[in-house]
């Protein structure tokens, strides 16, 4: 899986008709790279959608039998489908303010229902769709970031798809939607095509708040690129306007261009915290008796945002050590984000969107194998545990 061998390289002759034979529809038709990548794609979604079935059933605590579709329907996929239904005027419907969930996943969720198939199954339709269009560019992201290492895509696609929070890319949440936005965004960087990176970061701007997060790295990675042309410098606006439109809107409706990060604060306690103090209210939180653990799902989430916190802090500085400053920027602004809330939460999810991470372990695994293997013994494992988890209601990050 991880070694490199001489299917690799296809025959000379064989890459020569296909460059001379690549017009009309055959340029349409997807590349061994793609291929594998969606063979990753469909393998992770049948065993999450296996897990949906049997996790409800086997932990049921109930005497009624329950309803497996409803599985699906944990947590912020709520406050989302309630955003997709009702908007942002009509109170808190979902029992949350919904001021702060941006509107990108919600429109392609309200979009995808007119279908008749109701918002829990469009959400499920939006993240399948967005989570193999991502899949497919972290693939390209990392074959044009390491070319020496040959079929390096597919295994960082499928890294990403085993990682131990992939439930997230499937169930209807933002994470995979804003990766499909933001690796073919990162990648046109790479490549010094600013216009249509600066498009792709302002679709992601649409997503989440951490599109402000990975405008900012657009802009380090412009400065500090060999490839920068200073004529394409105002398109690096262009990602400012789609969160400049929510903040009107949401002043228009709420009072406040900041009514999302006062929603955030009411709803998640994402109130601005001292590092070194939310660090303590985190540690606090996974011990065993402490107030806001007293469930035993908490207590282990926490611990695993711990973990993650660690690994964000090794991936950067893997990054500074690189000099890959654009990528240090993104992942130095998420890590500090989500360390000046009350608590560190939500941060397991978030290591969705480092691609460097995926790719980076990719990139171990093929010069160590050992290491690709023991990632898959350790991650296959959590990512069942974690989706079991999310499937049966349990705090799941």
Known sequence: MFERTAADEPPPGRARRARVEGVGWQRWMPTAQTREVLGWWLVTRAALFMLSISAPLLFNRGTDYPNVWRAWLQWDVWHLNAVAEFGYNHGEPSGAPL???????????????????????????????????????????????????????????????????????????????????????????????????????????????????????????????????????????????????????????????????????????????????????????????????????????????????????????????????????????TVGAFCTSFWIYSLTRATLLWWPLWIGLAVMARRKPWLGRLYLALAIPLAAIWAAGFFTGRWSG
């Open 99 to 333: 001021a702060a969930f941006f509107p990108g996943f919600p429109v392609l969720v309200r979009i995808v229902s007119w279908t008749g198939i109701g918002y829990v199954a469009a959400g499920i339709v939006v993240s399948a769709v967005a989570s193999a269009v991502a899949g497919v560019y972290l693939a390209r992201l990392a074959q044009y970031q390491f070319p020496e290492l040959k079929g390096i895509g597919p295994n960082a696609a499928m890294i990403w798809y085993c990682a131990p929070v992939g439930v997230f890319l499937a169930a209807g949440y933002t994470e995979a939607l804003f990766c499909a936005f933001a690796f073919p965004g990162w990648l046109a960087a790479r490549q010094g095509r600013w216009g249509r990176a600066a498009i792709f970061v302002a679709l992601a701007s649409t997503v989440r708040v951490s599109g402000i997060f990975l405008a900012f790295a657009l802009v380090v990675e412009f400065i500090t690129s060999k490839k920068r042309d200073w004529l394409s410098l105002p398109w690096l606006a262009l990602p400012a306007v789609p969160v400049l439109g929510f903040m009107a809107y949401l002043k228009q409706i709420h009072g406040s261009w900041f009514a999302w990060q006062q929603a955030q604060e009411k709803g998640w306690a994402r109130e601005f915290t001292w590092p070194w103090t939310s660090l303590m209210h985190t540690f606090e939180a996974a011990s065993k008796g402490h107030f806001a653990a007293e469930r035993s799902d908490w207590t282990w989430m926490f611990r695993a945002e711990l973990v993650a916190l660690v690994v964000g802090l090794l991936l950067l500085a893997w990054l500074l050590w690189r000099r890959s400053w654009g990528e240090a920027a993104w992942v130095a602004a």
